[in-house]
């Protein structure tokens, strides 16, 4: 064979090695995106089958003891010591002047603490925020419940509670016996809330 | 300066105070006002602002002291709620030429550019996404919201520029005059405080 009847012949036998290399990249590729795939549905089952499995604190978990010895300052310049609600049921939500949906709820809180009250129910609002635009805020729309200055900290404390995301508003419900029975992120009414208290003081 | 650029500035001027403009469109628009099309006359941002400060010391003396606070303030209000993500003012209110009609300018240096939009939709406030030319050749994401201030009573448009966290690199030089372009919350509370004082 003189070498230029061998170069079209080599030439094809590369291109062919090269179809062959495609191939099977194309097929480890295929394999990699089923495994991911399974991965992340074996992944989303596992949560769904046990949802307390990531977070700090889910539902009928008791309070971190730490979270009780929490103190804050109030906008009247008071101190608001949470180991004072301890042993009675408690609805605490964290918000912001600066966050729209925490805003507007604060009414359907507010009717919530006058409704229940009579059932031992106590409500702190916990606002992730500085003194004056709260103090401003408060002015304006006022509210029955306590509010307590938990600055920027409060953050880490709505987190200890379950909240993993961080965002706001951010609604806790938490019986006599100090365990949270109901954790919400995002806005909440007032119906809702009766519904989870009546569960627990009918 | 030439007499045109000196001309060009002074209406710039005008504008930038009594508009809102930013000096890139206060500039062009001014030039062209002017008939004065050479690009070589276009004041540099340097001339522009003390053309600027020039303007508030005459015909808003008494007034502009008291905003400037205000969006500070305000500014700094926010830069706290913010500090996650290493804000830093820059614009107008930090070299201190704003007026009412100014909106607040951050730059937030992320370590991950989507970390701010995430925070601000758990917060369910709303937001508009822009882009503006970034400080690499590409352009950057711009989140803009609109806050209340109380004490000027009116909305006050609030930017986030979205900035790499390596972006931070150099970004505090001075100029020639020992000034900066931007401000952590940290340099905003001590001119806030000689302000005060």
């Known amino acids: 064979m003189t070498p230029s009847d061998a170069a079209p012949l080599n030439k094809q ?30 992944s989303t089952n596992t949560a769904a089958a046990s949802p307390q499995a990531d977070a700090a604190s889910a539902p009928g978990d008791a309070v971190p003891a730490a979270v009780w010895q929490q103190q804050f300052d109030t906008p009247a310049g008071a ?19 600066w966050c729209p949906p925490c805003v507007k709820e604060m009414p359907e809180l507010d009717r919530f603490s006058q409704t229940f009250k009579a059932k031992g129910w106590h409500v702190i609002g916990l606002a992730i925020d500085s003194p004056t635009p709260v103090k401003a805020f408060l002015s304006k729309v006022g509210v029955g419940f306590d509010i307590g200055l938990a600055g920027m900290g409060g953050t880490e404390l709505s987190q200890a509670l379950g909240n993993d995301a961080g965002g706001l508003p951010f609604t806790v419900l938490i019986d006599a016996q100090g365990r949270i029975r109901q954790r919400k992120a995002g806005g909440t009414h007032f119906d809702e809330l009766a519904a989870w208290a009546n569960e627990i003081t009918p | 300066m030439s007499f045109a650029s000196a001309e060009i500035a002074a209406t710039a001027a005008r504008m930038v105070v009594e508009e809102g403009l930013e000096y890139g469109p206060a500039k062009r628009r001014a030039a062209k006002q002017l008939g004065l099309t050479g690009r070589g006359d276009l004041p540099d941002n340097s001339e522009l602002e003390e053309a600027v400060f020039e303007y508030l010391s005459v015909f808003c003396a008494d007034t502009q002291p008291a905003e400037l606070r205000a969006l500070r303030e305000l500014a700094a209000m926010w830069m706290g709620r913010l500090a996650e993500f290493r804000p830093h003012l820059t614009g107008a209110i930090w070299r201190g ?9 951050l730059q937030l240096y992320c370590d991950d550019s989507k970390s701010t939009e995430i925070t601000l939709l758990n917060k369910g406030i709303a937001f508009e996404v822009g882009s503006v030319p970034g400080p690499r050749g590409h352009d950057v994401d711009c989140l803009s ?7 000027l009573n009116e909305a006050i448009g609030l930017h986030l520029t979205i900035l790499d966290a390596d972006d931070l690199r150099g970004a505090l030089k001075a100029d020639a005059k020992g000034r900066t372009d931007r401000g952590d919350l940290a340099a905003l509370n001590k001119l806030l405080a000689q302000d005060g004082a």
Not at chain 1, 79 to 97: E, H, R, V
Not at chain 2, 97 to 105: E, G, K, S, V
Not at chain 2, 145 to 151: K, Q, R
């Open chain 2, 145 to 151: 919201l609109s806050i209340d201030c109380p004490a």
């Open chain 2, 97 to 105: 030429t704003a007026t009412r009609l100014n909106d607040i300018h």
């Open chain 1, 13 to 42: 036998a590369g291109l062919t090695a090269r179809r062959t290399l495609l191939a099977l990249v194309g097929l480890s590729a295929a394999a990699g995106g089923a495994w991911w795939a399974w991965r992340k549905q074996a």
């Open chain 1, 79 to 97: 101190t608001l010591a949470l180991s004072a609600f301890q042993g009675k049921p408690l609805l605490i939500n964290f918000w912001a002047t």
